[in-house]
């Protein structure tokens, strides 16, 4: 039986439009987004794509995107990448570009900036062992938020086998207070007919080391809140 307790860990700053996840993975990433990505250029991972422009492999289209969704489910080491508009603004690409590129990838943060004008790109993603660390920049205010309910709410409707359209006010606005100071999102079922999911929420601060995801919460002793659905 699929494991049916789910634990993610988030902790955004608004300032620098970055945010930390740890327990989603490439999939459900994809899967949440509020917006699908069509165009992948891959800085980092082991996948070919079927086009390479300046020695990245693009991946273009939801048919090659689900190809890279299934190779990612193997547990490859760094999965890195940007979205771009059209395929032909790569052949635009400075020689500075490609340098801050190839930087972004290896050191997971942005020499300059995170956005690329000449690609127009709305997100970065650069993870470590699928699942285990993510750093995302986004353009778009309120898009981890977004992904964080959106993932949940997935989670809900396959336990309870019906479709859940929205979480409660009070438990998005206290997702959106605790995010920023660093949250355990615990998702909890109980093994009845009609099963119920308890949601705790608790307040964790950033942490370089994810291990505290799977050593029973570390030294967290009682939710800030606990939700029931």
């Known amino acids: 039986m699929r494991k049916q307790n ?8 608004k300032e620098k439009k ?3 996840f740890s ?3 490439f999939m459900d990433f994809i899967k ?3 917006n699908p990505i069509e165009n992948i250029l891959l800085l980092k991972g082991n996948y070919c794509g079927k086009t390479i422009k300046h020695g990245f492999d693009l991946i273009e289209g939801e048919s090659e995107i689900k190809k890279l969704i299934a190779e990612s489910t193997r547990g490859y080491g760094d999965l890195c990448f940007v979205d771009y508009s059209i395929s032909d603004s790569i052949e635009h690409l400075s020689k500075e570009q490609i340098a801050e590129l190839l930087y972004l990838s290896h050191m997971f943060e942005p020499l300059k900036s995170p956005f690329f004008k000449t690609l127009q790109n709305e997100i970065v993603y650069l993870s470590h062992d699928d699942g285990w660390y993510c750093k995302l920049y986004y ?3 309120g898009l981890p938020v977004s992904i964080i309910c959106n ?6 409707g396959r336990i309870k086998k019906s479709d859940i359209c929205m979480l409660s006010a009070d438990l998005m606005a206290k997702i959106e207070e605790l995010s920023v100071l660093g949250v355990l999102i615990e998702m909890k079922v ?3 007919i009609h099963p119920i999911v308890t949601v705790n929420l608790f307040e964790v601060d950033e942490c370089a080391n994810m291990s505290f995801m799977h050593d029973g919460g570390g030294n967290i002793i009682a939710p800030k809140m606990s939700f029931k659905i």
């Open 6 to 13: 789910l634990k993610l860990y988030a902790k955004i700053s």
């Open 32 to 34: 949440c987004i509020p």
């Open 18 to 20: 970055e945010v930390i």
């Open 190 to 192: 109980s093994r009845t």
């Open 23 to 25: 327990g989603l993975k």
């Open 151 to 156: 993932k949940l709410l997935c989670e809900i």
């Open 139 to 141: 353009k778009k205010q």
